[in-house]
């Protein structure tokens, strides 16, 4: 079975892609994934926050600006195992691409066009076949306007473009206006994919103690109808790669994914509930199901589920939502 696929410029056996997770970010579990037989992974992010409170160290312990050291400090919370700082980093991006065949994609994550961005000259340097660019903004400021929240993607993204030649994909929220006029703005200001979505992690109430939870709650499979739904839109009308992102839980829902047109498709939370080994749970599946149909390869099968392709394209519209409402009340 010829699982190969295209993503962004790199070729790939498979589309199975390890998402940023802590899985990725530690080379014993970087080759289990490898050997499970993922067609690429993505590293967990290097934050703008990490690189500038290095900076600030930096500037404390040359004493070259005193009194801005503690207090860019304290924008992160203290480094855990997770957040292994700058200089570790690169270290993880050239030992992660020695170690293993597969391309080794980094990842930033930031929220302005500032310095930090020269990290991803540094990533490219250090061996990083692709960066991914993740700009968590939740606009809490209720003076910030939707054209200036697209605009911070956009400049970012034009930033690192012009900093690296290997290609960069940018993880998407899935809360524009628009989805699809931001995907082309985008695709225009250089990216070469689009990771569809990013997760936004919401917060919950603790009722005793009246403390806002952060709880890190692992995604399930009823989450991927919303990528389902702009996968299936934006495919066969986009020049970048789609990398469908968010709630995989099984083999059928790399399958749906790949039916609505994505290039790859990512998986974490599945890999931290079964283990890397469960990729390779997920690539039988994929080709099980292939097989059973006669197909040799992804080529024939990939967005003949997309909106452009369906006989009924209103299936992805207002129509069916009717359709849906309707058919509940009458049954
Ligand atoms: C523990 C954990 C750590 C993660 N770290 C990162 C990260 O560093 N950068 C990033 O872009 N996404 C990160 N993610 C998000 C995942 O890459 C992925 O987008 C998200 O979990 C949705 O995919 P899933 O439904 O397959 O889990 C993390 C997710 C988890 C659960």
Same mark, same amino acid.
């Given at each position: ?30 080759? @289990? ?17 990490? $690189? ?55 990842? #930033? ?7 930090? $961005?020269?990290?991803?000259?540094? $990533?490219? &340097? ?86 806002? #939870? ?10 991927? /109808? ?7 839109? #934006?495919?066969? /009308? ?22 609505? &047109? ?12 079964? &283990? ?8 039988? &599946? ?27 394209? @209103? ?9 849906? #409402? ?6």
């Amino acid at each position: 079975m010829d699982l190969a696929t295209n993503y962004m410029g790199l070729t790939l056996k498979n589309p199975l892609v390890a998402s940023a997770s802590p899985l990725t970010g530690k080379l014993d579990t970087i080759r @289990q994934i490898e050997d499970a037989g993922a067609g690429a992974i993505v590293l967990p992010s290097l934050f703008q926050e990490e $690189i500038e409170a290095e900076a600030a160290r930096y500037d404390l312990l040359t004493a070259v600006n005193t009194e801005s050291g503690p207090e860019a400090q304290s924008y992160f919370p203290a480094l855990t195992d997770y957040n292994i700082g700058p200089h570790n980093y690169l270290e993880l991006v050239r030992r992660a691409s020695e170690a293993v065949d597969l391309p080794v994609i980094a990842s #930033l994550n930031g929220i302005t066009d500032a310095g930090w $961005i020269s990290y991803a000259k540094q $990533i490219e &340097g250090a061996g990083a076949k692709g960066l991914e660019l993740n700009i968590y903004f939740i606009p809490a400021d209720l003076t910030t306007t939707g054209r200036e929240v697209e605009q911070r993607y956009l400049d970012i993204l034009r930033s690192v473009r012009a900093a690296v030649s290997i290609p960069v994909a940018i993880k998407l929220s899935p809360y524009f206006s628009s989805i699809g006029n931001m995907a082309l703005a985008l695709q225009d200001a250089g990216a070469d994919a689009l990771v569809m979505f990013n997760r936004f992690y919401q917060p919950d109430l603790d009722l005793l103690k009246l403390q806002v #939870l952060t709880d890190l709650e692992f995604s399930e499979p009823n989450e991927i /109808r919303l990528p389902l739904l702009w996968l299936a839109v #934006l495919a066969c /009308r986009m020049k970048v790669s789609l990398a469908a992102s968010t709630g995989v839980g099984s083999a059928d829902d790399v399958v749906k994914y790949l039916l609505v &047109g994505a290039d790859v498709v990512m998986t974490t939370s599945a890999l931290l509930r079964h &283990g890397p080994g469960y990729i390779a749970t997920l690539l039988e &599946g994929l080709a099980a199901w292939l097989a059973a149909r006669d197909f040799a390869s992804l080529q024939p099968v990939r967005g003949i589920m997309s909106q452009h392709r369906l006989r009924d394209p @209103q299936a992805f519209e207002r129509a069916n939502y009717i359709k849906i #409402l309707q058919g509940y009340r009458q049954s």
